[in-house]
């Protein structure tokens, strides 16, 4: 293989609409400026072999896409570049027309310009005082109340000190990647992604004094049930990672949420801008549009 190309493997999606179409296209453009490896379908549960000789990752799909296989090919130190055909495409940067545009680069051996992410390690503390691990977030680690949907409570501790007790409908713990997710939904800050935070944000809290806590990102955040609902046949208080991987949790138990030292080595679109992504998908700072001449107030 001449050592001016990558060898790429390339992951795809195939329940998104026109997936196998673009896929096509890559395969097409990564042939002709690289070496594809293989292609294989995202979500399967153990990486291919080919991930050996991999130089670079293309997945195409969309941001719950990214975030699984991110998961999947986490500590690897392999570059992850994400391809959109989903519906937002924040952490999914490229779309088919900037991959065209920059194929040479990202196919050859042009510098890409990559960005460390940060995964978040879930585990349970048993009542055996055992530690089951759960699972990576690359977004959140999110405690919802779940069925029959009272309010719970829970109460943290940061580093081993006493924190706030939460009274709503949950909590979320999240990365500063993660923060443009449920974070910001839920009423927590958009953070930029180089700064090196865990914020730990409130769901519903039945409280006006509770507000996001940001935390330094390799904090340890323990979340001890006070009050959950733990009716196993409604399904009850769950632990959600990146609203993919689920685990009921029960009432003597405890979730411990820690920095991995896994990370994923995200591609980053040079031709982006995070202020003008955060404007152009989720609108942000956008001023109000202004009423049509002829509509009422």
Sequence with gaps: MPETRRSTLLVVNTDKPDAERVAG????LIEKHGSLLTKVAAGDAEPP???EQADLIVVLGGDGTLLG???RFAGRNVPVLGVNVGKLGFLAEFDLDAVREQATELFGRGPLRT?????LRAQIRTHKDGLEHIGF????AVITAGPPYRVIELAIRIDGSIGPVVRGDGIIVSTAVGSTAYNVSAGGPIVH???????????AAHSLAFRTIAVPGDSSIE????????EEESGGTTLVLDGQIQRR????????ITRSSDTVRLVVNPLGNYWQTLANKLHWAKPPLSLAPDAKP
């Design 25 to 28: 296209e890559l395969t097409a």
């Design 49 to 51: 072999k080919e991930i």
């Design 69 to 71: 296989e991110g998961r």
């Design 115 to 119: 960005r460390e992410v940060n995964l």
């Design 137 to 140: 977030a690359m977004n959140e």
């Design 193 to 203: 992604p180089h700064v090196d935070t865990t914020l730990i944000t409130p769901i």
């Design 223 to 230: 979340i001890a049930p006070i009050q959950i609902n733990d």
């Design 249 to 256: 949790i029960r009432a003597d138990e405890r979730v411990l």
